[in-house]
């Protein structure tokens, strides 16, 4: 019979090296894992850190139907991010007319996903016609200020801008959610000669703060120690607090002034 230490071989060797094999394996498999976990890791933060580009937000809202449609009907019109704010992209779409904007509508586009949310419903026009001349249907376009018959709830909120000067510079119009700080705005003309410096705006049932922003250097409160700028009152050095315009479903706040601008850095109002 055949045997292996016959012939001069031997086993020991083999084994001697296959003990070395499996011994290194053990003693650089636990240096190995945590290297492979720190890859993993950083791999899973690169996916969660992973954002969509505002170019990209601005052309998933341009894809929407009512989007569409609104920049075909009205070729100047424009769709652009305004901000970034809780893991949301605000596009803003809207046009310049008659020297102040009129918004079509915002939409929140998510930084991670891309999924596009709009901020206010948009009305659909219907017509009696003959079922052979029916055509598709046409949306109307209006400003949330300007919607007549708005789908969800909402109120309206009036009032005039000031200045303590006889001419109004150009400025914005600033409104902020107290629920979660979401703040919109409206670029405002300023003084137009033969026209009420007054302002108005639609807008859902809740709790808002109203300002008016010059340069993004003074602003226009509503206050009750200064409701019209023309208060003895006016003067106090006591802590300014906004007034808060609550908006309530069918109903409108009136005489929401923004005249208050009389106060010092020490006793600014929040916003």
């Known amino acids: 019979m055949f045997s292996l230490t016959q012939k001069g071989f031997s086993l020991v060797p083999l084994l001697i090296i296959a003990g070395i094999i499996i011994a290194g394996g053990i003693f650089l498999f636990p240096k190995i894992e945590p290297l492979l976990t720190e890859q ?12 969509i580009s505002p170019q990209l937000a601005v052309e998933n809202v341009k894809k929407l139907p009512e989007v569409q449609q609104y920049l075909k ?38 930084i991670k ?3 596009v949310r709009s901020e206010f419903s948009i009305e659909q026009q219907t017509t009696e016609q003959d079922p052979q001349e029916q055509k598709p249907q046409q949306q109307s376009y209006k400003t ?9 709830p909402t109120g309206i909120v009036s009032g005039k801008v000031c200045y303590p000067s006889e001419v109004i510079p150009k400025g914005k119009l600033e409104v902020k959610r107290l629920l ?24 859902e049932p809740g709790d808002y703060y109203i300002r008016y922003n010059v340069g993004d250097e ?23 607090v906004p007034v808060m315009a609550v908006v309530k479903d069918g109903q409108e706040l009136k005489n929401y002034n923004l005249c208050d601008y009389y106060y010092k850095d020490s006793n600014a109002p929040n916003y």
Not at 144 to 152: A, I
């Open 40 to 51: 993993v890791g950083q791999q899973l933060e690169q996916v969660a850190s992973i954002k």
């Open 73 to 110: 009907d009205v070729p100047n019109g424009k769709v652009e991010v305004d901000n970034e704010l809780e893991g949301e992209y605000n596009v803003h779409v809207y046009e310049v007319k008659d020297g102040h904007t009129a918004t079509f509508n915002w939409y929140r586009v998510s």
């Open 113 to 115: 996903s891309g999924e």
């Open 144 to 152: 949330y200020k300007e919607q007549s018959k708005p789908e969800m």
């Open 180 to 203: 979660d700080g979401y703040i919109m705005y409206e670029d405002y003309p300023g003084s137009i000669p033969g026209e009420k410096p007054a302002y108005s705006f639609q807008l």
């Open 218 to 240: 003074l602003f226009g409160y509503s206050t009750t120690v200064c409701p019209t700028g023309n208060e003895t009152t006016c003067a106090d050095t006591k802590k300014r």
